[in-house]
């Protein structure tokens, strides 16, 4: 179930030589651990250590030894111990807590702390085979879903039907908006118990596989009008496919988007596109300012949408990057 993990530390590591740290510590430890839960060290040379709950060790020492990984009991002492023989420890300061690290600085007097954030986003960008594989899956099944569901009850049955659905065929839990109507204008809606029907409807939705997400948004219900708006936002799409290519900065991806929405449609509030993987939002990040380039197996959602004042319309595929981006589970 746990994905490539020997692979992620040795990049990690790998990565820390080049910013010169001895080891660094976060609390994104499914990613590099398998376990959702506790405190990772990860040293520049040797095995990493997981420090989770006394009451969690039993659960986990199986895979843990298989995966050739250390396993201590979460406590402040014992961490600070094993962070003071580091001259330098990077910190992941997107996922650890500021109150943990401001502490952690109060106690180790020997080491001095950076921010690692950008070499750990980095690494999560970039995709392996398997990670690849189950993002696919993801994406498919949630796609099968949202093909199937009844689209002429409430938005609250639509989504409950979502979510019954996926239990039922064993998906992992995931995220589902469903709005109707004016509601679609507002990008991050929440179901209310409104009817659903005759009006025109989006969903975004993703389901899990093994913990890696989609990221899917399908209109329905559309009248004329809206149905010619939401051809062009596919034909958009595709033009910003089209002009992705291996190098290109997220930033001249987002400036693209925003000119040729502008043109056709209307500028768009948002980001066009962002990374996805164990997080449903991650690196690359396409905004104007954005330093990030596309590379090779980078996996990432590209989301034109338009939002009127009675109705939006968003269409969003996730794809990955080969010689070309192509949408990972080849369903347009």
């Given at each position: 179930?746990?994905?490539d993990?020997?692979?992620?530390?040795?990049?990690?590591?790998k990565?820390?030589?080049?910013?010169?740290v001895?080891?660094?510590?976060?609390?994104?430890?499914?990613?590099?651990?398998?376990i959702?839960?506790?405190?990772m060290?990860?040293p520049?040379?040797?095995?990493?250590e997981?420090?989770?709950?006394?009451?969690?060790?039993g659960?986990?020492?199986?895979?843990?030894?298989?995966?050739?990984?250390?396993?201590?009991?979460?406590?402040r002492?014992t961490?600070?111990?094993?962070?003071?023989n580091?001259?330098?420890?990077?910190?992941?300061?997107?996922?650890i807590s500021?109150?943990?690290?401001?502490?952690?600085?109060?106690?180790?007097?020997?080491?001095?702390?950076?921010?690692?954030s950008?070499?750990?986003?980095?690494?999560?960008?970039i995709k392996?085979?398997?990670?690849?594989?189950?993002?696919?899956?993801?994406n498919?099944r949630t796609?099968?879903?949202?093909?199937?569901?009844n689209?002429?009850?409430?938005?609250v049955e639509i989504k409950?039907?979502?979510?019954?659905?996926?239990?039922?065929?064993n998906y992992?839990p995931?995220?589902?908006?469903?709005?109707?109507?004016?509601?679609?204008?507002?990008p991050?809606?929440?179901?209310?118990?409104?009817p659903?029907k005759?009006k025109?409807?989006?969903?975004?939705?993703?389901?899990?596989y093994k913990k890696?997400?989609?990221?899917?948004?399908r209109?329905?219900?559309?009248?004329?009008?809206?149905k010619?708006?939401?051809?062009?936002?596919?034909e958009?799409?595709?033009e910003?496919v089209?002009f992705?290519?291996?190098?290109?900065?997220?930033?001249?991806?987002?400036?693209?988007?925003q000119k040729?929405?502008?043109?056709?449609?209307?500028?768009l509030?948002h980001?066009?596109?962002?990374?996805?993987?164990?997080?449903?939002?991650?690196?690359?990040?396409?905004?104007?300012?954005?330093?990030?380039?596309?590379?090779?197996?980078?996996v990432?959602a590209?989301?034109p949408?338009?939002?009127?004042?009675?109705y939006?319309?968003?269409?969003?595929?996730?794809?990955?990057?080969?010689?070309?981006?192509?949408?990972?589970?080849?369903?347009?």
């Amino acid at each position: 179930m746990f994905l490539d993990l020997k692979e992620k530390i040795r990049k990690t590591q790998k990565q820390m030589v080049k910013e010169g740290v001895g080891g660094i510590l976060t609390d994104d430890v499914y990613f590099l651990g398998g376990i959702e839960d506790g405190v990772m060290l990860i040293p520049e040379k040797g095995r990493a250590e997981i420090f989770i709950s006394p009451l969690s060790i039993g659960t986990y020492e199986e895979f843990i030894k298989k995966e050739r990984l250390k396993l201590r009991a979460l406590s402040r002492k014992t961490i600070v111990r094993q962070v003071e023989n580091f001259e330098k420890v990077g910190v992941d300061e997107e996922k650890i807590s500021a109150a943990r690290l401001e502490r952690f600085k109060k106690e180790t007097k020997k080491t001095k702390f950076v921010n690692f954030s950008s070499g750990l986003q980095k690494i999560k960008s970039i995709k392996t085979n398997k990670e690849i594989e189950a993002i696919r899956k993801a994406n498919e099944r949630t796609k099968e879903i949202i093909e199937k569901v009844n689209k002429e009850k409430s938005e609250v049955e639509i989504k409950n039907d979502v979510e019954k659905m996926s239990l039922q065929k064993n998906y992992e839990p995931g995220f589902f908006i469903v709005a109707a109507g004016k509601h679609s204008s507002f990008p991050h809606h929440f179901a209310r118990d409104v009817p659903a029907k005759n009006k025109n409807l989006l969903i975004d939705a993703g389901v899990r596989y093994k913990k890696y997400w989609a990221d899917v948004s399908r209109c329905f219900n559309l009248r004329e009008k809206q149905k010619r708006e939401y051809e062009i936002l596919k034909e958009i799409f595709w033009e910003i496919v089209d002009f992705i290519t291996i190098g290109a900065s997220a930033a001249d991806v987002q400036k693209f988007a925003q000119k040729i929405l502008s043109k056709k449609l209307k500028k768009l509030p948002h980001a066009i596109g962002h990374g996805v993987g164990t997080e449903i939002h991650e690196a690359p990040f396409f905004y104007e300012k954005s330093k990030a380039k596309i590379e090779r197996n980078i996996v990432f959602a590209i989301e034109p949408a338009l939002y009127r004042k009675n109705y939006g319309l968003r269409y969003e595929n996730v794809l990955v990057m080969k010689n070309k981006p192509e949408i990972i589970d080849g369903i347009a």
